[in-house]
């Protein structure tokens, strides 16, 4: 963000208490604590207890890929809000990796160790496969990657018989270092060797999506998204709110990003522009930390009348384009460029159009929120 920009925050941000506060909980600590980092390994097919497959019913990602391909880093940088440079310091791993992501939807991501073996008989294909969401094979780039699509190759073959509708996300990682021609050349090379090899072995328009991505940028974020996306109940939905409240408020474009991890869950339908991603996601940082330094309990602030309940702010930078960003609930706010010179002027409208969207947004998703709010009170708070 550029340091001349003039910056607006609007007073319902910077003010409210915690006596205030609601359900409306712009900050990480929080939301953090609701997440789970456990390990484990996968039980052989002898010692599977019955009851597991009901408690770990939550969808879940798998990272695969071969051994330092970037799937900790991954997962780190996405879900930890891990450094990208302190990802040259994670260890190799060794058992599988479960993290329990509770969030706007519950769902778990699974890191295999890159020399796991998981096609082996000893492997039960259910108890891995199972409730699955997605498959993210991770293909180092930056390195030879014929024995990493051979590898995909066979577990795409194999698996796909028991789970034919599995969505396959190929994530051709590290391309940081890469030239724009070569990233290009690298792509095109590894879509053909997967199609051919797999409609050689008979599996014609398989469901695999191929992302380029990196640590270092914004690209795995976008990957992410699109891969959580596609879990999402009622994304349609969502996209026709969202549309509806940009048309009628002038917004250039919308996203609904998660806090947590700044993944986006829903956007317009308008095409995906990366600095707009990039800027918002920026803008979502500066309101966790000014909210994290404002919020805390003090005994002798008192609050200044009635007090909105979610946090609300925007700011104007130096091009004249407005971010305005307006908390939904406690996992997902609303964050949209304005451009369009009138639509700043309404910024009554703009709350108010929002609010509205809230109101769809929370009664679309509420139910099934409420319910996993139940089910997490019932199990004592614990997430496996
Ligand atoms: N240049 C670059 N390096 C990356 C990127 N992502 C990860 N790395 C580096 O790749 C190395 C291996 O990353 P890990 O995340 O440990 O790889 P892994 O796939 O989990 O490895 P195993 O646990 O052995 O299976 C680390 O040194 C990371 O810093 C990236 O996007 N770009």
């Not at 391309?175 to 090899?197: A, H, N, P, W």
């Not at 930078?317 to 700043?344: A, F, G, Q």
């Amino acid at each position: 963000m550029d340091p001349d920009s003039e910056h607006c925050l609007s007073t319902s941000c910077l003010l409210y208490t915690p006596a205030y506060k609601t359900n409306a909980r712009l900050s990480l600590e929080i939301i953090l604590q609701g997440t789970n980092h456990v390990s484990g390994s996968v039980q052989p097919r002898s010692a599977l207890i019955p009851n597991t497959q009901a408690r770990d019913a939550k969808p879940r990602l798998l990272l695969m890929g071969l051994r330092r391909s970037g799937k900790s880093s991954i997962a780190s940088v996405v879900f930890h809000k891990m450094p990208p440079n302190e990802t040259l310091f994670l260890e190799s791993t060794t058992r599988i990796q479960k993290d329990s992501i509770h969030s706007f939807m519950d769902f778990q991501v699974w890191d295999f160790p890159g020399q796991l073996e998981y096609l082996e008989p000893s492997f039960d294909l259910e108890d891995i496969f199972g409730s699955l969401g997605a498959l993210v094979w991770v293909i180092d780039a930056q390195d030879d990657y014929l024995d990493s699509v051979a590898r995909l190759n066979r577990t795409i073959l194999t698996v796909q018989q028991y789970y034919p509708g599995i969505n396959i996300e190929v994530f051709i990682h590290k391309v940081d270092g890469l030239s724009d021609e070569f990233r290009t050349d690298i792509y095109q090379d590894i879509v053909q060797r997967i199609s051919d090899e797999l409609s050689d072995a008979g599996y014609e328009n398989a469901p695999v999506h191929y992302y380029l991505t990196s640590i270092y940028d914004y690209s795995v974020f976008e990957a992410f998204s699109k891969v959580i996306q596609k879990l999402i109940p009622n994304l349609s939905t969502l996209e026709n709110l969202i549309n509806t409240l940009g048309n009628n408020c002038g917004f250039e474009k919308t996203y609904l990003f998660d806090v947590l991890s700044k993944i986006y869950i829903a956007s317009d339908t308008r095409p995906v522009d990366m600095a707009c991603y990039e800027m918002c996601s920026d803008y979502i940082d500066v309101i966790v930390d000014v909210s994290e330094l404002y919020s805390w309990d003090h005994p002798e602030r008192r609050p200044k009348g009635d007090q909105i309940q979610e946090a609300e702010s925007h700011v104007v930078l130096h091009d004249d384009t407005m971010i305005h960003l307006m908390e939904m609930n406690k996992y997902l706010c609303l964050v949209s460029v304005i451009r369009n010179r009138e639509s700043k002027e309404k910024r009554g409208l703009i709350d108010l159009n929002c609010r509205t969207f809230q109101d769809g947004l929370n009664e679309v998703f509420s139910r099934r929120w409420e319910q996993l709010e139940e089910t997490n009170h019932l199990d004592g708070g614990a997430l496996t």
